[in-house]
C-alpha cells in the first residue's frame, strides 16, 4: 500500500505559474507509471500527464508545452511545473500511481486525495 500526498495547488492568475507536489509514503520506482489526472467540476477526471518508469512522457494534448512532469525516485516524489496557466485548467488534481498487471496478477492504481488549482483573475 503506497499513500499519494498532493501539495502546491492554489489560485494562479491566468498566465501564472504552479508547481505541484506528490509525495509517495513508498517506493515509486516499482510503479510502471506515475502521473497527474484532473477532474473539473460536472466533467470526468481526464489524465494531465505520465511518466514511465523509464523517464518517457505523454501529456494531453491541452496542456502539451505549459505542462511538463517530472519524477525523482530517490526522494519518491512526482511534479508537475505548470506554466501559462489558463481558466479551464481549474480543477482538482489528483496524482496517481499504476503497476501494469502481468499475467493473472491484475495491476493496481493508487491516488491522493487531490489538489485545487484555481485560475482566475
Known amino acids: 500500500q503506497v499513500q499519494l500526498v498532493e501539495s502546491g495547488g492554489g489560485l494562479v492568475q491566468p498566465g501564472g505559474s504552479l508547481r505541484l507536489s506528490c509525495a509517495a509514503s513508498?517506493?515509486?520506482?516499482?510503479?510502471?507509471?506515475m502521473g497527474w489526472y484532473r477532474q473539473a467540476p460536472g466533467k470526468q477526471r481526464e489524465l494531465v500527464a505520465v511518466?514511465?518508469?523509464?523517464?518517457?512522457?505523454n501529456y494531453a494534448n491541452s496542456v502539451k508545452g505549459r505542462f511538463t512532469i517530472s519524477r525523482d525516485n530517490a526522494k519518491n516524489m512526482v511534479y508537475l511545473q505548470m506554466n501559462s496557466l489558463k481558466p479551464e485548467d481549474t480543477a482538482i488534481y489528483y496524482c496517481?500511481?499504476?503497476?501494469?498487471?502481468?499475467?493473472?496478477?491484475?495491476?493496481?492504481?493508487?491516488w491522493g486525495q487531490g489538489t485545487q488549482v484555481t485560475v482566475s483573475s
Open positions: 511518466i514511465t518508469s523509464g523517464g518517457s512522457t
Open positions: 513508498g517506493s515509486i520506482f516499482s510503479f510502471n507509471a
Open positions: 496517481n500511481a499504476n503497476k501494469v498487471g502481468v499475467g493473472v496478477i491484475p495491476g493496481y492504481d493508487f
